[in-house]
């Protein structure tokens, strides 16, 4: 694996954990109401797409092997460009539903 795959791969999953570290121990209530917590999620949604992005130009086998990816790089571009239309319950969805996903399935390239 090309070491620029690599740090792809290394930059999502920091902040994939940046992302946990951030949410860890409060629901979505809390969540809701810290706009500085929901500014620091956005943020590393919008580099985890980039990366994903550059991973796509990069390798394209390896970005197959990603679950959703292009959903994610699509996500990105709804923060980036449709801050306007974001809605912070599909922000907490994916946090609790698929991040874990994405987690995993990085992981699992990594050790590859």
Excluded: C, P
Aim: hydrophobic residues 45%; glycine residues 8%.
């Amino acid at each position: 694996m090309q070491i620029e795959v690599k740090k792809h791969l290394f930059d999502i999953l920091e902040a994939v954990k940046e992302i946990e570290g951030y949410v860890k121990g409060i629901d979505y209530a809390v969540f809701s109401a810290q706009s500085i917590t929901q500014a620091a999620v956005e943020r590393k949604f919008e580099i985890i797409g980039e990366a994903l992005n550059r991973l796509l130009r990069d390798d394209a086998g390896v970005f197959g092997r990603i679950a959703e990816g292009q959903r994610i790089i699509g996500f990105r571009n709804i923060l980036a460009h449709g801050y306007d239309i974001v809605d912070r319950a599909i922000i907490w969805d994916i946090i609790k539903n698929h991040l874990s996903v994405l987690r995993s399935d990085v992981e699992r390239l990594l050790k590859g």
